[in-house]
């Protein structure tokens, strides 16, 4: 019983590890879609080979690509995407004279793109050029596999950095989501029902001074709703350009704006308080207005910091 227990768990662990993997990954289908062929190919033209040297570098083509559907059933597609692009590399490997040549056509033009950077085309040239004076195909092979590799992990780089942009919108959605419903609980605590309804409750021309703890927990949750909108916005328009390194550092600035943006509200309320800014009655509204106003846009706090450093 404990086994069937066990594996049944497993079961729908790994199924659920799929699912919530492939949410928003619409790469996976791509490769699936490319690997199942493939990995049919390679294990027919295994059964075609007869050199031995071909013949096992073949069969650690065909190896890889069953390492990228396993890779791809957990729910890795960036290890399976490596895989299958080692998969393809090894192929050439198994290439004879009339099939290497045919490929090095093909990578000599797919080498030429703008959207490889400049060192790369270079050296994918330079290997290519070096095949003019080879005249073994053993010789051969090294190069166009370096070129392949190359361009391989051009592809593997720009995919990293879509991966990057993927799940930065993920969390920041996610996050956006949680604060959300904050703010839904935090409308309807004690605190703020009260005054809501004795907000209802007064006469024409006369004011209300709100909670200080409720203004409080709502400019830092609407700042961080601000930060969060403005942190999506950047992102729908951030290109695939830039060196990896530099797309981790702004993933971590990413992932920091909406504590960024609930403590620049926080910044808003007390400048309010100290009249620094001034927006007539400082009403809930007003209040949270001005927090949310403050996280969207760092220019806010910015300017209004300067502006104290001036007086």
């Known amino acids: 019983m404990a086994i069937t227990f066990e594996s049944s768990r497993k079961y729908i662990v790994s199924k659920t590890k799929k699912y919530f993997f492939s949410l928003g990954q619409p790469t996976r289908s791509r490769l699936l879609g490319d690997l199942r062929p493939y990995k049919i190919y390679m294990e027919n033209r295994l059964k075609t080979l007869t050199d031995p040297v071909l013949k096992n570098a073949c069969e650690r083509a065909v190896g890889q690509a069953r390492e990228a559907y396993k890779a791809l059933e957990d729910g890795e597609v960036d290890g399976a995407w490596k895989c299958f692009n080692y998969a393809r590399r090894l192929e050439i490997l198994s290439f004879e004279e009339h099939e290497l040549e045919a490929f090095r056509l093909t990578l000599s033009k797919e080498g030429q793109s703008e959207k490889i950077s400049k060192w790369r085309r270079e050296a994918i040239e330079e290997n290519l050029k070096a095949l003019k004076n080879k005249t073994d195909i053993k010789k051969k092979k090294p190069y166009v596999f370096e070129a392949a590799r190359i361009l391989g992990v051009n592809g593997d780089n720009e995919h990293f950095k879509i991966s990057l942009l993927r799940n930065n919108i993920t969390i920041l959605l996610s996050t956006l989501g949680a604060l959300l419903i904050m703010f839904w609980f935090l409308l309807d605590t004690s605190s703020a029902v009260l005054y809501f309804k004795s907000l209802a409750a007064l006469k024409e021309g006369a004011t209300l001074t709100p909670p200080f703890k ?26 695939t350009g830039g060196r990896g390194p530099e797309r981790i550092a702004s993933t971590l600035i990413t992932l920091s704006r909406p504590a960024i943006g609930g403590a620049s509200a926080l910044a808003a309320i007390f400048f309010l308080q100290s009249k620094i800014i001034s927006f007539g009655d400082l009403t809930l509204a007003t209040y949270w207005a001005v927090a949310f106003s403050f996280g969207f846009s760092e220019r806010l706090v910015i300017g209004t910091v300067e502006k104290m450093n001036k007086k």
């Open 214 to 239: 409720l203004v409080i927990m709502g400019a830092f949750v609407l700042g961080a709703i601000g930060a969060c909108l403005t942190g999506l916005f950047s992102l729908t328009r951030m290109t």
